[in-house]
C-alpha cells in the first residue's frame, strides 16, 4: 500500500537532475542541443528527443522501486527515484488477461493494459508527471498545455497537487467529462473555439509571447520529456507479463508518440537485457472521422496528409499528428497494419470489452477493441499469438458515446411480480 504525503513547500528545487538524460537530439539530422524547453531543430525543424547514457539497470532495482512509473525514474529524464517529485505518480496499472474476450474472437491469449486506472482515469497522467519534473528543472513555473482533452484533466490535476499554476486550452466542443473535471481543479481553463490542431498552432504561437516566458506547455515546448512519459506503458507491459515482450500489440494513434513510445520501450528493454530479444508486431487504431496515418499507411505514403476531424473519439481527433511518420516507421519496421474504424463500431467495441471482461472504456479504448476485430478480420493480426490491446482512458469520461444506446433493462413498480416479468 502506498501513502502519498509529500508537502509541496517542503520540496527544494537545488539538487534536481535529469539523471541519465544527457542532452537533446534532433530525430533528422542527428544535431545535438542541451536539456532545456526546446522541441524543434534549429537546423531542420526536425523534433527533439532526449539522449540519455543509462547507468546499470537491472530487474532487480526496478523491481525495488515505488509502485508507481517512477519505478523506471533510471529510464527517464529525472533525478535518481524522482521520489520528491510533486505529482500524481501515475502508473502501475492493471494488465487485464482478458479470457472471455479472446474466446470470444477466437484468440489464444489476449491482455488489456487499463490506463483508465491512473489518478485522472487516462494514460495522459504519465506523460505530464515526466514533463511536470522537466518543467521544474527549467523553472517553468505555469503548466500549461493545448489539449484534446485528457490532457487537460491530467494538467490541470498536476499542477493543482504540486501547487502551481495550469493554463490550459482545449477545443470549445470537448465532452462535459473532459471540460467539467478540468474545470473544477481550478486552474486557467481557455476553450477555442476551434479544432485540436487551431488549439496547438495557439500554443505555438504563444511560445514566443512574453506572455508565457514561464510556462511549460507540456505537449509543445516540453514535449521531448512529455513523450518519454509514454515510454512506461511498454515498461509495464513487459514487467507484467513476467519480464517479457507480447508478440502483438494494438495502440491507439492521436498523435503518434504513444505508438512510437511503446515501441522504444521494447527496444530498450532489449538492448539493457531485461527482456528476451523476441520478435513484436506493433499495430495502430484511428477512427474513421481522423484517419490520416491509415491513409499514409493504405497509400504507401511517408507524409501524412492533414484531415479534418470529424469523429466522436475526440481524444485520437488529431488531423495533423505530429510523430505521425515516425508511427508509420514503426509499424512498417515491426510488419503491423492499422486499424480504422467507425464511430458505430468504437461505440460496439466499447459495449464488447465492457461485456466481456468488465473494463469500460474510453472512445479511444473502443477505437483498439474495433480495430483489433477489424485487424482480425483481414488477416493481418495472428489470433494465436499473445497480443496485448490498450484502453488508454476511462469510459466514464465520454459517457455520451454510449448514452443513447444503453440503459435500465426495465423501468418498473418495487413488486417481485414486475421484476419477474421484466426478466423473463
Ligand atoms: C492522448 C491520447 C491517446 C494518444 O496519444 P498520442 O500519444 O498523442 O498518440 C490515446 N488515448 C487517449 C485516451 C488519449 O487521451
Ligand atoms: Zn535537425
Not at 499528428?321 to 516507421?329: H, I, M
Not at 469500460?360 to 478480420?377: I, K, P, R
Request: charged share 20%; hydrophobic share 40%; aromatic share 6%.
Amino acid at each position: 500500500m502506498t501513502v502519498d504525503n509529500y508537502a509541496a513547500a517542503d520540496i527544494a528545487t537545488d539538487d534536481l537532475d535529469f539523471g541519465p538524460a544527457t542532452g537533446l537530439v534532433c530525430r533528422e539530422c542527428g544535431a545535438n542541443y542541451g536539456l532545456g524547453a526546446a522541441y524543434a531543430c534549429m537546423e531542420c525543424f526536425g523534433p527533439l528527443e532526449v539522449k540519455y547514457n543509462y547507468g546499470e539497470v537491472t530487474r532487480e532495482s526496478i523491481e525495488a522501486g515505488p509502485n508507481s512509473l517512477w519505478r523506471y525514474s533510471q529510464l527517464l529524464p529525472v533525478s535518481a527515484g524522482a521520489v520528491d517529485e510533486p505529482n500524481l505518480a501515475p502508473g502501475c496499472t492493471r494488465l487485464v488477461h482478458a479470457h472471455n474476450l479472446a474466446q470470444e474472437l477466437g484468440m489464444t491469449s489476449l491482455w488489456v493494459k487499463d490506463d483508465s486506472g491512473n489518478p485522472t482515469h487516462s494514460f495522459k497522467d504519465r506523460v505530464v508527471a515526466v514533463a511536470q519534473s522537466a518543467a521544474r528543472r527549467l523553472g517553468l513555473t505555469t503548466l500549461s498545455c493545448a489539449s484534446t482533452g485528457n490532457l487537460a484533466h491530467a494538467v490541470a490535476a498536476a499542477a493543482a497537487r504540486a501547487g502551481q499554476r495550469s493554463v490550459v486550452l482545449i477545443p470549445s466542443n470537448l465532452e462535459d467529462g473532459k471540460t467539467v473535471t478540468t474545470a473544477t481543479y481550478d486552474g486557467k481553463l481557455l476553450a477555442i473555439e476551434g479544432n485540436y490542431d487551431d488549439v496547438n498552432r495557439l500554443c505555438s504561437e504563444l511560445i514566443g509571447d512574453p506572455l508565457t516566458n514561464d510556462w511549460g506547455f507540456v505537449n509543445v515546448n516540453l514535449r521531448p520529456y512529455y513523450a518519454e512519459g509514454s515510454k512506461t506503458v511498454g515498461y509495464e507491459i513487459a514487467e507484467q507479463l513476467g519480464w517479457r515482450l507480447p508478440k502483438q500489440v494494438v495502440v491507439p494513434i492521436a498523435s503518434g508518440a504513444l505508438l512510437v513510445k511503446v515501441d522504444k520501450a521494447f527496444r530498450e528493454l532489449i538492448e539493457l537485457g531485461l527482456v528476451e530479444d523476441t520478435e513484436y508486431t506493433i499495430f495502430g487504431a484511428q477512427a474513421a472521422g481522423c484517419s490520416p496515418v491509415y491513409q499514409a499507411f493504405q497509400d504507401g505514403q511517408d507524409v501524412v496528409r492533414p484531415v479534418r476531424p470529424d469523429t466522436i473519439a475526440k481524444s485520437l481527433a488529431i488531423g495533423n499528428p505530429a510523430d505521425g511518420p515516425y508511427a508509420l516507421d514503426v509499424i512498417r519496421r515491426t510488419h503491423g497494419a492499422i486499424g480504422s474504424v467507425t464511430d458505430e463500431e468504437l461505440v460496439d467495441g466499447i459495449r464488447k470489452l465492457a461485456r466481456t471482461e468488465g473494463v469500460f472504456a474510453e472512445t479511444a479504448g473502443g477505437v483498439v477493441m474495433a480495430s483489433l476485430e477489424q485487424l482480425l478480420a483481414q488477416g493481418l493480426l495472428d489470433p494465436t499469438a499473445e497480443t496485448v490491446i490498450l484502453n488508454t482512458g476511462d469510459g466514464l469520461k465520454t459517457l455520451d458515446a454510449v448514452i443513447e444506446f444503453v440503459g435500465p433493462t426495465a423501468t418498473i413498480e418495487p413488486q417481485v411480480s414486475e421484476v419477474r416479468e421484466a426478466l423473463a
